[in-house]
C-alpha cells in the first residue's frame, strides 16, 4: 500500500506511535511517505520504503501566526496525488484529521480522480482536553465523523471520544505497542554508579512536564519515599512545569536527590538503571513511557486514570492509585522498593506484558488489516 503517515514532530506519544508505525509498515514492504513540519525524533537512519515530506507554512505580515492547517491540506494533496497514496493516516486529531479531510475534499473535486481514505488515530490529549474545549468540539467531531476509519489507542480513549463529542461511529481500539528487541533491559550498571551512591534506589519519571502528567506530584510520592528509603528520583523530559518542579524539590528539602536529566532520546540505557517508573497523571489515555519502562522490565506505579489500567495490571505489574493518593502511590514505590520478591515478579510482569499484549509484531498486523478493510469499504462521504 502507498500511505501518508500525518504526525507530530516533537517528542511526544502521538509523534512517536507515529514514527515507529511508519518504520515498521515499510520495513513490512509499504511504500511510507510521512507528512510533519519537522523531522520526527525517532525517524532515525534511511530506510528503504520511508520518505519525509516536510510542511513548512510560509509567513507573512499579515498572518500573526503560522497557516499550518492550510500548508499541510495542501502538501497532502500534492503528496497523495504525487505519490497515489491508497491512505491518509492521521496521527492526533488537531487538526490533522481536518487538513486530511480538507485535502480528500479537494482531490474529490478534481478531474484527476484517485482519493485516497483517510484513517485518524486519537491519541488522548486531542481529545480529553482539547477536543471537548468549545474552541474545537464541532470541528474536531466532525473530522472524526468524516474519516474513513478511526481507531483509538485504548478503549478508555473510545469512551472518551464517544462521550466527550457525541461521535457515534465505529471507532477501533489499536493500542499502543513496542519493539521488545529493542526496548529490553540492558546492563547498566556504569550509568547506574554514575547516577546513585551504593545502596541508592532509583526512581524514574519520563514525560513533557506538562500540568497533565503532574510532574509535582511526582517530586512529592518521592520527598515521602527518600523519607523511608535512600533513592533518587531522575526526571527526564522538557516542558513548562520544569521549573516549578525544581521549586518544590528545593522547598521540599530534597533537590540533592532529584535529577533533572532533560529530554533524551536513548531511553533504554536510563530506564535499565532504574528501579521503578513513577507516573502520577492526572489523564492518561495509554502511556506509552510506561510501557516503554515495562518493556525494560520496571514495574510502574501511577495513577488510576484513563487507558492505564489496560497497560499495568494492578498489583501484578505495579501499582495503581487515585491520582490523588499521593500517599498510597509512596507506599507502592516503596513496597517495590524494598520487598525483593515483589520486585523480581512485578518486573518479570512489567516485560512479560510488552511481550505477550504490546509487542509491534502483534499490534502492526492489525493496523495493516485495518487499512485493507478500510480500503474496501465505500468512502465515508458516499456512506
Ligand atoms: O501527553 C503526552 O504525553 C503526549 C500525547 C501525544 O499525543 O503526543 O500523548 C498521548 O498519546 C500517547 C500516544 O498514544 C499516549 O501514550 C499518552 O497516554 C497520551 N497522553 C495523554 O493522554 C495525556
Known amino acids: 500500500m502507498n500511505i501518508g503517515i500525518v504526525c507530530y514532530a516533537s517528542i511526544g506519544g502521538s509523534g512517536i506511535v507515529a514514527t515507529e508505525l511508519a518504520k515498521q509498515l515499510a520495513r513490512r514492504g509499504h511504500r511510507i511517505h510521512i507528512l510533519s513540519s519537522d523531522t520526527p525524533v525517532r525517524l532515525g537512519d534511511y530506510l528503504p520504503g520511508l520518505s519525509f515530506h516536510r510542511v513548512e507554512p510560509p509567513s507573512y505580515p499579515l498572518f500573526r501566526e503560522p497557516q499550518y492547517l492550510l500548508s499541510l491540506a ?65 470541528i474536531v467531531a466532525f473530522s472524526i465523523e468524516q474519516s474513513d476509519g478511526v481507531t483509538t489507542v485504548s478503549e478508555s480513549l473510545k469512551a472518551d471520544t464517544t462521550r466527550e463529542l457525541g461521535v457515534h461511529r465505529d471507532i ?91 529530554e533524551h532520546d536513548r531511553l533504554v540505557p536510563l530506564l535499565s538503571a532504574s528501579d521503578v517508573f513513577l507516573l502520577p497523571s492526572a489523564q492518561e489515555s495509554f502511556g506509552l513511557a510506561a510501557l516503554e519502562a515495562m518493556a525494560c522490565a520496571l514495574p510502574v506505579v501511577a495513577s488510576r ?20 493518593d499521593l500517599a498510597a502511590m509512596a507506599e507502592s514505590v516503596c513496597r517495590l522498593l524494598t520487598d525483593a520478591a515483589l520486585y523480581r515478579a512485578a518486573s518479570a510482569a512489567a516485560r512479560q506484558t510488552a511481550e505477550e499484549r504490546f509487542k509491534d509484531t502483534i499490534v502492526v498486523p492489525r493496523y495493516e488489516a485495518y487499512y485493507e478493510e478500510v480500503l474496501a469499504a465505500p468512502a465515508a462521504s458516499l456512506r
Open 74 to 138: 495542501n502538501k497532502i494533496v500534492h503528496v497523495a496525488r504525487d505519490e497515489r497514496l491508497d491512505i491518509v493516516h492521521a496521527h492526533y486529531a488537531i487538526p490533522h484529521a481536518t487538513a486530511a479531510y480538507l485535502a480528500r475534499q479537494i482531490l474529490a473535486a478534481s478531474p484527476e480522480g484517485g482519493v485516497p481514505k483517510i484513517i485518524t488515530t486519537l491519541h488522548g490529549t486531542d481529545i480529553t482536553l482539547l477536543g471537548g474545549d468549545a474552541s474545537y468540539k464541532q
Open 305 to 324: 486514570v484513563g487507558g492505564l489500567s489496560e497497560l499495568v495490571d494492578d498489583g501484578v505489574s505495579g501499582f495503581l492509585h487515585p491520582p490523588d
Open 172 to 262: 477501533r481500539v489499536i493500542p499502543n505497542f513496542i519493539d521488545v528487541e529493542k526496548h529490553r533491559r540492558v546492563n547498566a550498571d556504569a550509568l547506574r554508579c554514575q547516577l546513585a551512591s551504593k545502596g541508592e534506589k532509583l526512581v524514574i519519571h519520563v514525560s513533557n512536564f506538562r500540568p497533565v502528567k503532574r510532574v509535582m506530584a511526582a517530586v512529592e510520592i518521592f520527598a515521602s519515599v527518600v523519607s523511608r528509603v535512600p533513592a533518587k528520583l531522575l526526571l527526564v523530559g522538557d516542558g513548562p512545569d520544569q521549573s516549578h518542579a525544581i521549586d518544590l524539590a528545593r522547598a521540599l528539602g530534597i533537590a540533592d536527590r532529584v535529577v533533572f536529566l532533560g
